[in-house]
C-alpha cells in the first residue's frame, strides 16, 4: 500500500499538451504539492515526447523503469488497454479514476468486468473506478484532477466513497485548520475496498484518526473486525440510508431490524464513532487533538454566568457529571483570582474576574485537581475598537491560547476552547491557537463525549465471543433445514427445539374432528392457531383462539377459524390448525434474526407479543456474540427493568431468556440457509423457564450443486 501512497514514480496516463487536458492538471498538482518522485506520461494517441517537461512515451514498456504507480483517466472504453500495458511493463498498483463502468449501464458494467480481468491476469491491485483516487500530504501526491494548492499537513485521513462530496471534505478540513494526512478516493471499489484502506492506515504514522463516508457497505463483518482491533478513532457517516420498507417484511424482524439501527449496532460493538451530520467530522477529529477524558467529572467556566448555567445543561443532558473538587479547592481558586470570581462552583462563572493574566494559573488549577477529569472553557472574542486600554478589551482580545495549550498538556486533561465573535477574527485565531477552537458548547460537549466514550470502549478491549464448543445437534439442524424452502411457519418451532428453545407440546389437525381429538389428547385447555402460508399475521386473519377448554369447543374453534380465513383471505388454502397446550401466565418477549447482507447475521430480542413494532423496546447483537453482551443489551431495555422486578413485584430470572438468544445466534450461525426468523412471543414464566409459543422463518433454497 505505500506504493499507493508514496510511490517512487509515477505514470499518468492519457498526457498531454492540448488546451484542457485533465491529466495535466494531476501532473500540475503533485509538482505544486512537492512530490518528490519521477513522473511521466504515457499516451498511445500523441507523438508528443515532452509536455511541460514530463517525459511522455506511447507505451509504458518504453519507460526506463517501470513506474510504482500509474493513475488512469481516460475515456472507459481505452481503460482495460491501458490496463494489458501497465501489466507488460510491470505496473502493479493502478489508480484508475475514469467513469463509465458498473456505475452507469450494461455496457459500462461489462467493462469493469474487462478491468477486473484484465488487472487479475497482471496482479495488479488498483483504485476506483470512478473517484479522484489518492492524495498524500507527506509524499506530495495529489491526483484528484480539480486544481489544487496544498494543504494543511496534519493528522486526519479520510476514506471517502464520493470523490466530489470528499473535495469538501478536504476543503472543510482546511477552513477549520484541521490538517490532512491521507485522501483515497475509493469509487466504485472494484477491486480495494474501505478495509483494504483502513487496514494500511491502521499502521500509518502519520495518520491519527481516521474518517470514513460510504455510500454502501460491502465487507461490513471485516470493517468490525478491524475498527476493534485499531487503537485510532474511526468515524463513519454512512449515507444512502434505507428504511425496512425496503424489504419485503416477511415478519416482525423485518421490520423491526432496518439497515440503520444494524449500523449502528455493528458500529457499537467494534467502537466506530457514527455521525450524521458532516460537519461532525470536523468536531470529532478536534477532539481528538486533545488527550484522552478518562472519565466523566467535567469543570465548566465562563465569564458569561448566563452560558455557564446552559453549558451545564447541555453537559448534564450529554452524561457528564460535575466534577466537584471540595471547598478547599475553591478557597485556593479565590485567592488566585483575588476574590474576583462571581460564583465559587461548577459551573465557574469567572464574570468579576477582569484579570485576563490570572486565566493560564486558574487552569492549571482546575485540570490539576484529581476531582476533574477534563474542562470547557467559553468566552468571546468582538469586534472592538482599536486602542481601547480598559478592562473589557483585554478581557476579550487577549490571546492565552499558548498557556490554555500548556496548562491542558502539563496536566494531560482535555480543556475545551470555546469562542464566540467577529469570524475574520476567530479564523485567524484558529490557524495560529495550538489547540483546537470550537464554534460553540454544543460542538465543544459533542466533542469530548465522543472522545470520553472511544477511550472507554478501547480500555474494555474488544469484544470476546463465546466460544463453545459445536452445538451437538447442529447436523440434524441442516437436515431439518435441506427439506424446506421459502416461508416456513410454526412447525419453525421442530427446528428452535434441537437448539434447546422448548416449545408447549402441539399437533396439526387437518379437519374440524381431529382437532377435537388432539385437543383431548395434549389435554385442555388448549390454543388454536391456523395454518395457512397466506397467514403471515395469525390475529389479523382471526386465526389464534385461546383458552379452548374442552375437546368439544376445539372442534367448534377449527371451523371458526377456517370461516375466518375465508372472509379475510378468500380462496386461501388452509393447511390445518395447531393445537398447542395453553401456556401459563407470564411476559411475553420476542427473539428475531435475519441475515443482512454486509454484517451477516444478526439477533434481535426485547419486549413481545403483538404490540412489539409500536414499542419498538428491542436490542440487538451481531453474531457470533457473547452470555455477556446480551445480558448488557436486556438490561438497556424497559423489559429488562421488568425482569428486575418493579412495583413489589419479585423479579425474574434473566438467564434463560438470555442463553435462548445465545441459542438463536448459535442457530443462525450454523444454518446460514435461515435468511429470517421470528420467534414472538417468547412467554417468560414467573419462575424464568420459558416457552416459545409461535415462530415463522424464510429458508433460503439449497445452493445450486
Wanted: net charge negative.
Amino acid at each position: 500500500m505505500d506504493h499507493f501512497f508514496a510511490p517512487a514514480s509515477l505514470a499518468v496516463y492519457g498526457l498531454s499538451s492540448k488546451p484542457g487536458n485533465t491529466p495535466r492538471i494531476i501532473v500540475d498538482n503533485c509538482l505544486r504539492w512537492g512530490y518528490r518522485g519521477r513522473i511521466f506520461g504515457v499516451n498511445p494517441a500523441t507523438d508528443e515526447t515532452d509536455v511541460g517537461g514530463i517525459r511522455v512515451v506511447r507505451s509504458a514498456a518504453e519507460l526506463p523503469v517501470a513506474p510504482e504507480l500509474a493513475v488512469v483517466l481516460i475515456p472507459a472504453r481505452y481503460v482495460p488497454a491501458a490496463v494489458e500495458d501497465c501489466g507488460r511493463a510491470g505496473i502493479t498498483r493502478l489508480a484508475v479514476q475514469s467513469g463509465g463502468f458498473n456505475e452507469s449501464s450494461e455496457g459500462g458494467m461489462a467493462l469493469a468486468a474487462q478491468l477486473r480481468d484484465a488487472a487479475r491476469r497482471h496482479g495488479i491491485r488498483f483504485v476506483g473506478p470512478n473517484g479522484l483516487t489518492l492524495a498524500d500530504t507527506a509524499s506530495g501526491l495529489c491526483l484528484p484532477f480539480v486544481p489544487s494548492f496544498p494543504v494543511r499537513h496534519g493528522t486526519f485521513s479520510l476514506i471517502t466513497q464520493s470523490g466530489g462530496l470528499g473535495l469538501f471534505l478536504w476543503n472543510l478540513l482546511e477552513s477549520e485548520q484541521v490538517g490532512l494526512a491521507k485522501f483515497a478516493s475509493i469509487g466504485n471499489k472494484l477491486d480495494l475496498d474501505e478495509c483494504d484502506v483502513l487496514e494500511y492506515l491502521a499502521t500509518d504514522p502519520s495518520t491519527r484518526v481516521i474518517g470514513l463516508y460510504l455510500e454502501q457497505i460491502g465487507n461490513g463483518c471485516r470493517l468490525v473486525e478491524l475498527a476493534a482491533r485499531i487503537d485510532k478513532p474511526v468515524i463513519l457517516y454512512k449515507a444512502n440510508t434505507t428504511e425496512a420498507g425496503s424489504r419485503a417484511a416477511m415478519s416482525h424482524t423485518a421490520s423491526l431490524a432496518h439497515d440503520e439501527a444494524i449500523i449502528d449496532t455493528a458500529c457499537a460493538r467494534a467502537g466506530i464513532i457514527r455521525i450524521h451530520h458532516l460537519h461532525d467530522f470536523i468536531t470529532t477529529a478536534k477532539a481528538f487533538d486533545l488527550p484522552p477524558m478518562r472519565g466523566k467529572r467535567i469543570m465548566v467556566m465562563s465569564p458569561a454566568g448566563g452560558l455557564g448555567v446552559a453549558m451545564a445543561d447541555d453537559c448534564e443532558q450529554a452524561g457528564f457529571a460535575f466534577a466537584d473538587p471540595g471547598q478547599a479547592f475553591y478557597t485556593e481558586l479565590a485567592g488566585i483570582a483575588n476574590a474576583g470570581i462571581i460564583r465559587l462552583g461548577n459551573p465557574l462563572d469567572m464574570g468579576d474576574l477582569y484579570q485576563i493574566d490570572k486565566y493560564p494559573m486558574m487552569f492549571s488549577h482546575v485540570l490539576a485537581s484529581s476531582e476533574v477529569d477534563g474542562a470547557i472553557y467559553a468566552s468571546q472574542w468582538p469586534r472592538m475598537p482599536a486602542g481601547g486600554s480598559d478592562v473589557f478589551t483585554a478581557m476579550f482580545t487577549t490571546d492565552i491560547s499558548l498557556e490554555l495549550a500548556g496548562a491542558m498538556r502539563s496536566a494531560d486533561k482535555p480543556l475545551a476552547l470555546v469562542l464566540y465573535g467577529d469570524a475574520p477574527v476567530i479564523a485567524a485565531l484558529k490557524a495560529r491557537a495550538p489547540l483546537p477552537v470550537f464554534d460553540g458548547p454544543e460542538e465543544a460537549i459533542r466533542a469530548l463525549r465522543r472522545q470520553m466514550d472511544f477511550h472507554v470502549h478501547k480500555a474494555a478491549g474488544p469484544l470476546q465471543s463465546d466460544t463453545p464448543p459445536p452445538w451437538p445437534r447442529a447436523e440434524e439442524a441442516r437436515v431439518w433445514l435441506n427439506a424446506r424452502a421459502g416461508l416456513v411457519g410454526e412447525e419453525g418451532l421442530e427446528l428452535l427445539g434441537l437448539y434447546d428453545v422448548p416449545s408447549p407440546p402441539a399437533l396439526v389437525a387437518r379437519t374440524a374432528e381431529e382437532a377435537e381429538a388432539l385437543a383431548e389428547r395434549i389435554g385442555c385447555p388448549v390454543v388454536l392457531k391456523v395454518v395457512s402460508p397466506a397467514a403471515i399475521h395469525k390475529t389479523e386473519v382471526g386465526g389464534v383462539l385461546v383458552g379452548i377448554g374442552s375437546p368439544e369447543e376445539a372442534r367448534r374453534g377449527f371451523t371458526r377459524i377456517k370461516d375466518n380465513l375465508a372472509r379475510h383471505c378468500p380462496g386461501a388454502e388452509l393447511a390445518g390448525v395447531r393445537v398447542m397446550a395453553m401456556a401459563p401466565a407470564g411476559l411475553d418477549f420476542f427473539i428475531g434474526g435475519l441475515r443482512d447482507p454486509s454484517f451477516g447475521p444478526v439477533v434481535l430480542f426485547g419486549s413481545g407479543g403483538i404490540l412489539v413494532e409500536l414499542f419498538q423496546d428491542v436490542e440487538r447483537v451481531l453474531c457470533p456474540t457473547s452470555t455477556a453482551e446480551i445480558r448488557a443489551k436486556l438490561e438497556r431495555l424497559k423489559a429488562g427493568r421488568i425482569l428486575a422486578g418493579m412495583r413489589g413485584q419479585p423479579p425474574i430470572d434473566p438467564e434463560p431468556f438470555i442463553q435462548a438468544v445465545g441459542n438463536v445466534a448459535r442457530l443462525l450461525v450454523d444454518c446460514p440457509r435461515i435468511a429470517e426468523l421470528d420467534v414472538n412471543p417468547v412467554r417468560i414464566l414467573p419462575t424464568g423457564a420459558l416457552l416459545a409459543l409461535d415462530a415463522r422463518m424464510r429458508v433460503l433454497p439449497p445452493p445450486s450443486p
